[in-house]
Nanobody
Framework: QVQLVESGGGLVQAGGSLRLSCAASGRSFATYSMAWFRQAPGKEREFVAAITWSRGITYYLDSAKGRFTISRENAKNTVYLQMNSLKPEDTAVYYC??????????????????WGQGTPVTVSA
């Protein structure tokens, strides 16, 4: 069993930055692929970024490329999402997700077994 707790969300002006953190409890964190999703009001949950367990290969939503960076620190059981040049359309609740080992469908919410409670991000114009 893995428990995920996100932090770092908040209110920021357009062009600003935030760093989200996701702390995981449980064993074998290093064998879990991790991801960030987001959900805006009235919209479906959307893939943002993922990082694999073995080689730390990263994947991004097209609109996040060049602005967001996902990273992990296995010694601290933590994954991060550094978000720069934020835009109002980035406003959403951001969720951390985990699954053991890799999946070719890293962008699909259904591939992940564990979810955090979410942290809200609001970007003002």
């Amino acid at each position: 069993q893995v428990q995920l707790v996100e932090s770092g969300g908040g209110l920021v002006q357009a062009g600003g930055s935030l760093r989200l953190s996701c702390a995981a409890s449980g064993r074998s964190f290093a064998t879990y692929s991790m991801a960030w999703f987001r959900q805006a009001p009235g919209k479906e949950r959307e893939f943002v970024a993922a990082i694999t367990w073995s080689r730390g290969i990263t994947y991004y939503l097209d609109s996040a490329k060049g602005r967001f960076t996902i990273s992990r620190e296995n010694a601290k059981n933590t994954v991060y999402l550094q978000m720069n040049s934020l835009k109002p359309e980035d406003t959403a609740v951001y969720y951390c997700a985990a699954r053991q080992f890799n999946s070719a469908y890293y962008y699909s919410p259904g591939e992940y077994n564990y979810w955090g409670q979410g942290t809200p991000v609001t970007v003002s114009a």
